[in-house]
C-alpha cells in the first residue's frame, strides 16, 4: 500500500514570492510521483509528473518538482507566484505495476497575497 | 480531441436512494477510474475499469458499483446512499500501460 503526506495544508505567500509545497511518501513498491492543481469548484488538472529519468521535472508555468529517493519526497517549488496560482494542490503516487489507482495526499491551500 | 466529461455536474438525493453518474473517457483512451473527493480531502481511489473489466478496486464496500461500455465510457453505481456519500465524484481516463490520468470536472453529490 501506498500513502502521501502533504505536511502543510495551507501556504500563504505573497506575490512574486517564492513557494515549496512539502509531500512524503511511503510505498513498498516502485511508483510513478505527480502533482496535480485543482481550481475551485473544478476537476484535477495535471501539473508535473516524475516517470522516470532526470530526478527534476518542470512545468511549463514555472513550477518544478525533485524527486528525492532516499528521503522518498517529491517537493513542488516556484520561484515567484501569481495571483492566479492560487488553488488547492494534490500529490499523488501510483506503483508502476497493477491495477492501483492514484493515492493522493490531503492537499495544499496555496493562497496568494497581494 | 475531446477531453473527460462527466454528468450531472449537480445532483441531490435522499438517504437510501440510489445514483448513476456518467463519464465519457478522452479519445482513444481504454481505461477508466473513479475517486471520491470529500470535502476539504484528497481523492480516493474507488475502482478502475479496463476494456469492459473492473481490475483495480479502493476500499469501498460493494454497493459502489460501475460498468464500462464498449466505447469506453463509464458509469458509476451507488446504492443505498448515506449521508457520507455527500462528495465530489471524479472520473479519470487513461491508455492502458501509461500513468498520466486526465480528470473530469466532476459530479457534486449531495445527500440528504
Known amino acids: 500500500a501506498q500513502s502521501v503526506t502533504q505536511l502543510d495544508s495551507q501556504v500563504p505567500v505573497f506575490e512574486e514570492a517564492p513557494v515549496e509545497l512539502r509531500c512524503n511518501y511511503s510505498s513498498s513498491v516502485s511508483v510513478y510521483l505527480f502533482w496535480y492543481v485543482q481550481y475551485p469548484n473544478q476537476g484535477l488538472q495535471l501539473l508535473l509528473k516524475?516517470?522516470?529519468?532526470?530526478?527534476l521535472v518542470e512545468s511549463i508555468n514555472g513550477f518544478e518538482a525533485e524527486f528525492n529517493k532516499s528521503q522518498t519526497s517529491f517537493h513542488l517549488r516556484k520561484p515567484s507566484v501569481h495571483i492566479s496560482d492560487t488553488a488547492e494542490y494534490f500529490c499523488?503516487?501510483?506503483?508502476?505495476?497493477?491495477?492501483?489507482?492514484?493515492?493522493f495526499g490531503k492537499g495544499t491551500h496555496l493562497i496568494i497575497q497581494p | 480531441e475531446t477531453g473527460v466529461t462527466q454528468s450531472p455536474t449537480h445532483l441531490i438525493k435522499t438517504r437510501g436512494q440510489q445514483v448513476t453518474l456518467r463519464c465519457s473517457s478522452q479519445s482513444g483512451h481504454n481505461t477508466v477510474s473513479w475517486y471520491q473527493q470529500a470535502l476539504g480531502q484528497g481523492p480516493q481511489f474507488i475502482f478502475q475499469?479496463?476494456?469492459?473489466?473492473?481490475?483495480g478496486r479502493g476500499n469501498f464496500p460493494p454497493r459502489f458499483s460501475g460498468l464500462q461500455f464498449p466505447n469506453y465510457s463509464s458509469e458509476l453505481n451507488v446504492n443505498a446512499l448515506e449521508l457520507d456519500d455527500s462528495a465530489l465524484y471524479l472520473c479519470?481516463?487513461?491508455?492502458?500501460?501509461?500513468?498520466?490520468?486526465?480528470f473530469g470536472q466532476g459530479t457534486r453529490l449531495t445527500v440528504v
Open positions: 499523488a503516487v501510483r506503483p508502476l505495476r497493477g491495477a492501483d489507482g492514484l493515492t
Open positions: 479519470a481516463s487513461s491508455l492502458g500501460g501509461t500513468a498520466e490520468a486526465f
Open positions: 475499469y479496463y476494456r469492459e473489466e473492473e481490475n
Open positions: 516524475y516517470l522516470s529519468g532526470s530526478t
